[in-house]
């Protein structure tokens, strides 16, 4: 068997243009819909993404504001950015890219975000809605996911779904998500023993733990989905994922590639999220 690759720079740019003429509509009744992204320090994988998230929002029409801050920020200086962006009536998403610097509390920020403009569903009343199913903005790669498993019709209701990761942005809200859509979830994560007698029950295979081709063939189950959410680089420096995706596709049913994959959908869902800010704040 070889699985069938999910494309997700196709599924990204299909849901992208269906935002771009939302945006359009938006503009044309005379709100154009604006993101703000914070970035702090000089790391080059942080630079990359958030370059990626402004390249994107402007590409579909949005405005889009980079506020880049010196390493050195005070934890003060960097709410006060945040209490300025809450305030801006032109601005209708804000996303401060994690990681920060150890000397700032994440969640001091997080917190200081106005949930109605928190388009990364980090904000702790955002991660309650969506625990208890409520209409709120849902984490961008666990959303991107769901996406991504809706638009190639795998079934997600009554399957077991596991999860190898437990991370705040993507492993614990992907198990919710999926659980909201009545599929058997199970964690793993690093501290998991037997990995493969877990993996291997999965219909849906979420790999979301952050370590270069973690999961091969004998931790998949034959037909399953597997999703790999890793961003990593192999020992020659080529980009790869947590799972070794040549072994994996002959036993899956169907694969996302790294990149091309996971990827490019959370940017694409950060977008939808920013787009649905605007037309709540413009209703
Ligand atoms: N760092 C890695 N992924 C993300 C993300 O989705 N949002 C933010 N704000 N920071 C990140």
């Known amino acids: 068997m070889s699985g069938k690759l999910i494309d997700g720079i196709a599924i990204g740019k299909e849901i992208r243009e269906e935002i771009k003429a ?53 934890e003060e200086e960097l709410l006060g950015h945040v209490t300025r962006l809450n305030n801006d009536q032109s601005i209708h998403g804000i996303l401060v890219q994690l990681p920060l610097p150890t000397h700032i509390n994440e969640n001091h920020v997080i917190s200081a975000i106005d949930p109605s403009k928190d388009v990364d569903g980090f904000h702790p009343v955002n991660v309650g809605k969506m625990i208890i199913g409520q209409k709120t ?43 909201q859509r009545d599929a058997t979830v199970t964690y793993c994560h690093s501290k998991t023993k037997d990995l493969a007698e877990f993996t291997k029950q ?9 370590k270069t081709k973690f999961v091969s063939e004998e ?20 980009l790869c994922g947590d799972v070794d995706f040549d072994k994996a596709r002959e036993k899956a049913s169907a694969i996302t590639p790294v990149p091309g994959g996971v990827g490019p959908m959370t940017i694409t869902m950060l977008l939808k999220n920013t787009l649905h800010s605007a037309e709540e704040a413009f209703k």
């Not at 604006?34 to 405005?63: F, P």
Request: net charge positive; with cysteine.
């Open 22 to 74: 939302r945006v359009s509509d938006l503009k044309a009744g005379g709100c154009t819909p604006g993101l703000a992204v914070i970035l702090v320090g000089d790391n080059q994988a942080s630079r990359t993404y958030v370059t990626n998230k402004e390249k994107s929002s402007k590409e579909v029409g949005m405005k889009s504001e980079l506020i880049e801050l010196p390493v050195s920020v005070s």
């Open 137 to 179: 903005f849902l984490s961008c790669t666990p959303y991107g996911i769901i996406k991504l498993l809706e638009r190639t019709n795998t079934e997600i209701s009554g399957k077991h779904a596991v999860i190898v990761g437990r991370s705040n942005i993507v492993g614990k809200p992907m198990g919710q998500l999926l659980l």
């Open 202 to 210: 999965a219909d849906i295979l979420i790999v979301a733990i952050g």
């Open 219 to 238: 931790h998949i189950k034959k037909g399953a989905v597997v999703i790999d959410v890793g961003m990593n680089r192999d020992e020659n420096g080529k």
